[in-house]
C-alpha cells in the first residue's frame, strides 16, 4: 500500500518523544556510557578470559575503575549465573547495601530481584537473585551450613586489601574450597599493590591488573601539628570552597561524632559571611540512613559545591565521582583488643601512610587534584606505620574460634592463616569462651557453644539467650538482646535534651539498663509498635523497627533449635540473674560513693550520665557491664545491678564468697559478702588449657 510518509515521520516523532521522556530510558542509555567509560571496561573480555582459565585470579586497581560495581555484571553476562550465584563480598555493610542498589540500578531491576544483598538481620535477595552482594561475615556463617558454597559459582572477595576479620577466615576456608570444586571461580579485588602476598597464598595464581587513568594529585602537608583536626579540617574546607578552583571536596574524619561537628561547624561558619557561595555538605558513615547515604551519589544543583564529609568508608569501598580536593585529618577508627580492658575497644588511632595515599588518590580520578593533610610530613614519615595491621592480629578472636570450631577445625594454631594471629590473642580468646562455658577442658566445642553458634551475636548474648531458656524467662531476654542489637534507641535532638532525658528517664529500671530496654520495648509492644508513640516519647521509631526484625530472625533460629520462648512476667530478677550469666566476667564493686572498680582488676571504671543507675541515689554492690566504652575515662555502658551470690555461682572460675567479720552471727548480721577475685586460679586455668592445647 501507499505509505503515509508525514504520518509516518510523526509517529516516529512521537515515539521518539515518548523514549526521550521516559527518564528510565534516559537513565539507562547515560548508564550504559558511564558503564563503558569506567577504566575495567577496557579488559573485560581478557578479565573474563584469565578468569575463565584459572579457578583463582586476584585483580587489581584503582579505586572507582569498576571491581565492585562490574566484575558482578561481566561475570553474569558471561554466562556464570547460569549454573549459580555470583557472590561478591564486602567488609562494610554500607558498602554492600549502596553497591547492590547501584548494580540492580544498573541492570534496570528492582533491588532484591536479579541483585540483592545480604548483611547481618537483613536479608534483602530472593530465589530470583543471580548477583548477591554480602558482607564477608554472612558468605563466612554460610560456609557453615554449605561448607562446599555449592550456591555460588563465583565468589569475588572484595577490598581485600582491608584486610578485615572475616575476609582473612575465608580466604583460609576458600583456598581449600578451590581445592575441592574445579567450577567455582574465586577472585580476590584489592586497591593497593599488595597483591603480591594474596597470589602466593593462593598457590601463585595470576594477578591481573586495571590500567588506571589518574591524575596527578598535589600533596600539601601542614607545616605545624594540628591541635584539632575537626577545627582545621573545617578551616581548610572553606578555605578551598571560597576559592575560585571549581570541583567537590572530600573530607576524612575518624567517625560519626566528629563528622556531625564538622558538618554543623562548615554550615555555621558559612552562613555568617557575606555572599558566601552555596556548599552541599553531605556526610556519609555506617550508621547513617541509607536514603541519606544515598544523597553524596546525587549531583547537587547546577553551580553548588558538594563537601562530603566521611569516614574512610569512601576510602576505597565507596567512589563518589567528581572529587578534586581531599582534607584528611590524619585519623580513622579501628576496632583493637585491649588487654587492660579485656576486650575490643573501638578508639581512634593514627592512619597508616597506605590510607594516607589512598585518601590523597581520590583526589586525583577526574583531573589534577589537591590533598591537604593535617598532619606534618615529619609525622607522616616518622609516626605512621606503614600499613594498617590486619584486624586478625588486633582484636578478640572469640567469635571466629567458635566458627572454626564448628567446622570442625581442630588445631586453630595451625589453620591456615594468610597472617597467623598472635598465640596470646588465640588463646585469650579461646579462654573467654571457656569462661562462657562454650569450649570444654580440652578446648572442644561444649553443647553449649554448638547452641552459641547458631546465633549471629557475640558469644555473651548468645550465651544470655540460652541460659534464658533454661531460667525461664527466654521471651523477656529475646527482647532485651534484640535491643542491643541495633545502634542507638534514644533520641537525643539538638535543642531538646533536657526535654529527652526527662522521657528517657520515665523508662529507668532503676537497677538496670537491660531492664529499662525490655521496658522500652514492652511498652512499645503494648501501644501496638506505634512510631507516632516513638516519637513523643524520643525513641528511633525506626530502630525500633529493626528491633523487632531482628527479635523475629533470632526468634527463628530459637525455634530451629527447639528452643521454648516462655516468659517470667513480672519477675524481672531472674532476667537480672541471666544477664549476669553472661556478663559476670565483666563484673565491678562499690567502692566509695558512686565509685566502681572492675572486681578482677581493681580498675577504677564509671557509671555512664546515660545509664539508668546513674544519679539515682541507688547504688548496688554489685553491677555487671555490657561494654566498657573509653573517652576520657573509662564507662561502663549498659549495667545491671546483681547480687555478689550470682557471681559466686555463675563464675566460679573467679569469684569464692569470703564471709566478712569475725563472728557467725556478725556475719548473718551483716548478711553482706564480699568477693575476691580469684585472680590465680584464673591464671592457673589459663595454663591448664594452653597446656591442653600444645599437648
Ligand atoms: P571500584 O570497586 O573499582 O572502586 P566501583 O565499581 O565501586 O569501583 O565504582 C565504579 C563507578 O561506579 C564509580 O565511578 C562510582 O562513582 C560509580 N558508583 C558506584 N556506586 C554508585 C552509586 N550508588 N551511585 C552512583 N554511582 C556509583
Ligand atoms: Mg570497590
Known amino acids: 500500500g501507499k505509505v503515509d510518509y508525514k504520518s509516518e515521520q510523526r509517529f516516529a516523532e512521537h515515539m521518539s518523544g515518548k523514549m526521550e521522556a521516559s527518564s528510565e530510558f534516559a537513565k539507562l542509555k547515560t548508564i550504559k556510557e558511564q558503564r563503558q567509560f569506567l577504566p575495567i571496561f577496557a579488559v573485560r573480555q581478557e578479565l573474563l578470559n584469565v578468569i575463565r582459565d584459572n579457578s583463582v585470579v586476584v585483580v587489581v586497581g584503582e579505586t572507582g575503575s569498576g571491581k565492585t560495581t562490574q566484575l558482578t555484571q561481566y561475570l553474569h553476562e558471561d554466562g556464570y549465573t547460569n549454573y549459580g550465584t555470583v557472590a561478591c563480598t564486602q567488609p562494610r555493610r554500607v558498602a554492600a547495601m549502596s553497591v547492590a542498589k547501584r548494580v540492580s540500578d544498573e541492570l534496570g531491576c528492582s533491588l532484591g530481584e536479579k541483585v540483592g544483598y545480604a548483611i547481618r538481620f537483613e536479608d534483602v535477595t530472593s530465589d530470583a537473585t543471580l548477583v548477591k552482594y554480602m558482607t564477608d561475615g554472612i558468605l563466612l556463617r554460610e560456609s557453615l551450613r554449605e561448607p562446599d558454597l555449592d550456591n555460588y559459582s563465583a565468589v569475588i572477595m572484595d577490598e581485600a586489601h582491608e584486610r578485615s576479620l572475616n575476609t582473612d577466615v575465608l580466604f583460609g576456608l576458600l583456598r581449600e574450597v578451590v ?14 599493590m599488595d597483591s603480591g602476598k594474596f597470589a602466593s597464598f593462593f598457590g601463585n595464581v595470576p ?42 571536596i572530600l573530607v576524612f574524619m575518624p567517625g560519626q561524632e566528629d563528622i556531625e561537628v564538622t558538618c554543623d561547624q562548615l554550615v555555621e561558619r558559612l552562613a555568617e559571611l557575606e555572599n558566601a557561595p552555596a556548599l552541599a555538605v553531605l556526610p556519609i558513615y555506617s550508621q547513617l540512613p541509607s536514603d541519606l547515604q544515598a544523597k553524596i551519589f546525587q549531583k547537587a544543583p547546577d553551580g553548588v559545591r558538594k563537601c562530603i564529609v566521611a569516614t574512610n568508608i569512601a576510602e576505597t569501598s565507596l567512589t563518589v565521582d567528581g572529587i578534586m580536593f581531599v582534607v584528611d585529618s590524619g585519623y580513622c577508627k579501628l576496632k583493637v583488643y585491649n588487654p587492660r580492658i579485656g576486650m575490643d575497644a573501638l578508639q581512634i588511632y593514627p592512619i597508616s ?72 590473642n588465640m588463646l585469650n580468646s579461646m579462654y573467654q569462651l571457656w569462661i562462657l562455658g562454650a569450649l570444654d577442658n580440652t578446648g572442644a566445642l561444649t553443647t553449649t557453644g554448638r547452641l552459641m553458634v547458631e546465633f549471629p551475636l557475640d558469644p555473651a548474648l548468645s550465651k544470655m539467650l540460652i541460659v534464658a531458656c533454661d531460667m525461664g524467662c527466654s521471651a523477656e531476654v529475646l527482647a532485651i538482646v534484640s535491643m542491643l542489637s541495633v ?77 521454648a520462648l516462655d516468659s517470667c512476667g513480672n519477675d524481672w530478677d531472674i532476667v537480672r540473674k541471666c544477664v549476669c550469666s553472661a556478663y559476670f566476667h565483666q563484673a565491678a564493686k562499690l567502692k566509695g560513693i558512686g565509685e566502681y572498680v572492675n572486681v578482677r582488676t581493681g580498675m577504677p571504671c564509671h557509671l555512664h550520665p546515660t545509664s539508668a543507675l546513674f544519679g539515682m541515689g541507688f547504688t548496688p554492690d554489685y553491677i555487671v557491664y555490657h561494654e566498657l566504652i573509653m573517652t576520657s575515662k573509662e564507662y561502663m555502658q549498659c549495667v545491671t545491678a546483681v547480687e555478689g551470690e550470682w557471681l559466686a555461682e555463675l563464675g566460679p572460675m573467679f569469684y569464692s564468697v569470703k564471709h566478712a567479720g569475725r563472728s557467725r552471727q556478725e556475719n548473718r548480721k551483716r548478711a553482706k559478702r564480699e568477693l575476691s577475685a580469684m585472680e590465680e586460679e584464673m591464671a592457673l586455668a589459663e595454663e591448664q588449657l594452653k597446656a591442653r592445647r600444645e599437648q
Open 487 to 563: 545502634p542507638t534507641i534514644f533520641y537525643r535532638p539538638k535543642g531538646r535534651e533536657e526535654e529527652s532525658d526527662q522521657a528517657r528517664e520515665k523508662f529507668s529500671v532503676p537497677e538496670s539498663d537491660h531492664l529499662t530496654y525490655l521496658n522500652v520495648y514492652q511498652q512499645w509492644k503494648t501501644n501496638g509498635y506505634s512510631t507516632l508513640w516513638s516519637n513523643q516519647h524520643f525513641i528511633h521509631a525506626k530502630a525500633m523497627r529493626k528491633v523487632r526484625e531482628v527479635r523475629a530472625q533470632l526468634k527463628d533460629i530459637m525455634t530451629q533449635q527447639h528452643m
Open 179 to 192: 581445592a575441592r570444586r574445579s567450577d567455582l571461580r574465586l577472585i580476590v579485588t584489592s586497591a593497593t
Open 207 to 248: 594477578v591481573f591488573h586495571i590500567p588506571g587513568r589518574t591524575f596527578p594529585v598535589d600533596i600539601l602537608f601542614s607545616k605545624t601539628v594540628v591541635e584539632d583536626y575537626v577545627e582545621g579540617a573545617v578551616k581548610q574546607t572553606l578555605q578551598i570552597h571560597l576559592s575560585p578552583a571549581p570541583g567537590d
Open 353 to 424: 601512610q597506605a590510607n594516607a595515599n589512598q585518601r590523597a588518590g581520590r583526589a586525583g580520578r577526574t583531573g589534577p587534584g589537591q590533598c591537604y593533610r593535617l598532619y606534618t610530613q615529619s609525622s607522616y614519615k616518622n609516626e605512621l606505620l606503614v600499613a594498617t595491621v590486619p584486624e586478625i592480629q588486633r582484636t578478640n578472636l572469640a567469635n571466629v574460634v567458635l566458627l572454626l570450631k564448628s567446622l570442625n577445625v581442630r588445631d586453630l594454631l595451625s589453620f591456615h592463616f594468610m597472617d597467623a594471629p598472635p598465640e596470646d
